[in-house]
């Protein structure tokens, strides 16, 4: 089955820095690719998304890519703010709506 | 829509006892998903539904676990002879088939002492 990992599992940045977040895959049928954002108490949120037929997407300051020939994919996070605090996870799946394989999250600090 | 709904959002429960939890899904969504967190982990699927059918169930799901969906719409997560093991956060999810990406619920944070 699809095995997700990721990396690094605790991230501390300055205001204003970029983070990056990266993930490996094993299954070369996943085709769609997710990151969830979950802070204290809540359930994961889902901040951005990619199919295997796009290399690279952006969402503001956020944008993810892909290297399906590799098998990794990576969050990045420009110009942080406190409220990127959170855990991030990346995920893999077949398609957008069957289960997801999750990796074991990143905490992410953004120091002010 | 107030999106995906966990009832409760806690329960502590002594080891040997039987809870159940319920989960109120987006309601247009037609697939409904399980999954369990435990700390420092990322969420692990359990089972899955396409309207009252249920489409998989994860080896996690051991035979203490029993999942429902009767009409199609809410559904429900019975543990029986609960172990400390089980506790964890128990995460709903909702989608609509044909459509990317899925929407969580808060969960239910489940304590076994």
């Known amino acids: 089955g699809e095995n997700v990992e990721q990396h690094p599992s605790t991230l501390s940045v300055q205001e204003g820095d970029s983070a990056v977040i990266k993930c490996t895959y094993s299954?070369?049928?996943?085709?769609?690719f997710p990151w969830y954002k979950q802070e204290l108490g809540k359930g994961p949120q889902l901040i951005i998304d990619i199919r295997s037929n796009v290399g690279e997407k952006k969402d503001q300051r956020i944008a993810v890519t892909l290297n399906k020939t590799a098998k990794h994919f990576s969050l990045h996070i420009t110009e942080t703010q406190p409220e990127d605090s959170a855990v991030y996870f990346c995920?893999?799946?077949?398609?957008?709506?069957?289960?997801?394989?999750f990796g074991k999250g990143t905490r992410l600090s953004v120091i002010a | 829509d107030t999106g995906v709904s966990q009832n409760p959002r806690h329960k502590i429960t002594k080891r040997g006892q039987n809870v159940t939890f319920r989960c109120d899904p987006i309601?247009?969504?037609?697939?409904l998903y399980w999954y369990r967190q435990t700390l420092g982990q990322g969420p692990e699927f359990l089972t899955y539904?396409?309207?009252?059918?249920?489409?998989?169930k994860s080896r996690l799901l051991s035979d203490r676990f029993s999942a429902e969906r009767p009409k199609g719409s809410f559904s429900t997560l019975e543990i029986q002879r609960t172990e400390q093991g089980d506790s964890a956060m128990y995460l709903c999810a909702s989608s609509l088939e044909g459509n990317y990406g899925y929407t969580f619920g808060s969960g239910t944070r489940l304590t076994v002492v």
């Open positions: 309601s247009e969504h037609n697939r």
């Open positions: 299954d070369s049928a996943s085709n769609y």
């Open positions: 539904f396409q309207n009252e059918a249920q489409l998989e």
């Open positions: 995920a893999a799946s077949m398609t957008g709506n069957t289960p997801l394989v």
